[in-house]
């Protein structure tokens, strides 16, 4: 009591002096966590989707991803471009493409901070340049693969029929 | 710390007997194997769904009913499910204070985390199992 009364405590996030090395740190668990919850549902449910058939997997597409064109458009003179033919994207279209970008920044964080843990678990890595050296590059390179994922992945719908 | 004059004994005494030896390490070991198959399993998968195309159903359907594609989709749930308890529960520790909230939290989680590996596992088993045009 009286001896704990009188010990240091550790100081908290207000009074540290913010560093890449802190902030690699509080986003591996930030990410770790987004992942286990939103990350395992969207997941499960995309399994449960698929094994229900296909009128539940398109039900996913269409909360998710976007809805299916209504009927193939035999018109003359129709726009043969695929991106076009598709129906507009709803608001839950929206919400479940910002999630994905979301998940995918989350996998590459905790992914990245994961190897940085692994080499840190050796007992490498902890100089201070060095440590803040490899904070920044893991930040730095999920935001990277994030971005160069989400760009292929709109390249392909933009220039690609089968979307 | 020499002094033990505080009552119920020096730090040593106080924690004797309270904390049992020889597993300590186990939760930070598991943690960490269960990293390392994440890393090869998600490599696999990521490059996979994002190489393929995941509007086709057949398509989607049919790669997960591939055995090589079902058994490690298997290990991976069971990876991910266990690295992400083990990682949930160190944040509860951490923020859920009190101690029937914290029990709560933990059953909680135990229960998700059953629940949901055992539901991602039968899904894929019962794609792998029924077929590829089973609807």
Do not use: C
């Not at chain 1, 966590?33 to 549902?41: H, K, N, R, Y």
């Not at chain 2, 529960?89 to 055992?118: C, K, M, S």
Request: charged residues 10%.
């Amino acid at each position: 009591m009286n001896m704990a009364g009188n010990r240091p405590i550790s100081p908290h996030l207000q009074v540290y002096k913010w560093g890449p090395h802190m902030l690699v740190s509080i986003l591996h668990r930030a990410s770790g966590d987004g992942l286990a919850i939103v990350g395992s549902l969207m997941f499960l449910w995309w399994l449960g989707a698929i094994a229900g058939g296909e009128a539940s997997y398109q039900a996913f597409l269409n909360i998710i991803w976007q809805a299916a064109p209504a009927a193939p458009v035999a018109a003359p003179g129709a726009v043969p471009d695929a991106v076009a033919a598709q129906t507009s994207l709803s608001v839950t279209n929206w919400i479940g493409r910002i999630i994905l970008v979301g998940l995918t920044w989350a996998f590459f964080q905790h992914f990245f901070s994961g190897l940085r843990h692994f080499v840190l678990d050796t007992g490498a890595g902890y100089a201070l340049k060095t440590n803040k050296l490899w904070s920044m590059i893991v930040v730095i390179s999920a935001l990277m693969a994030t971005a160069a994922v989400w760009l292929f992945i709109l390249g392909r719908a933009i220039g690609g029929a089968g979307a | 710390m020499s002094g033990g004059q505080i009552k119920g004994g020096t730090s040593l005494g106080r924690v004797r007997g309270l904390g049992s030896a020889k597993h300590g390490s186990q939760h930070w070991l598991t943690q960490r194997i269960t990293a390392l198959g994440n890393v090869i399993l998600f490599s696999w998968l990521f490059v996979s769904l994002l190489l393929g195309d995941l509007t086709q159903y057949s398509a989607v359907r049919g790669w997960v009913a591939e055995p090589m594609v079902a058994l490690p989709l298997i290990l991976l749930i069971l990876s991910v499910f266990w690295h992400f308890k083990l990682g949930l529960q160190v944040l509860i520790e951490d923020y859920v204070h009190g101690d029937a909230a914290r029990i709560v939290a933990l059953v909680a989680l135990n229960f998700y985390v059953f629940a949901g590996a055992a539901y991602g596992i039968f899904a894929v088993a019962r794609i792998a199992l029924t077929g590829t045009t089973a609807a």
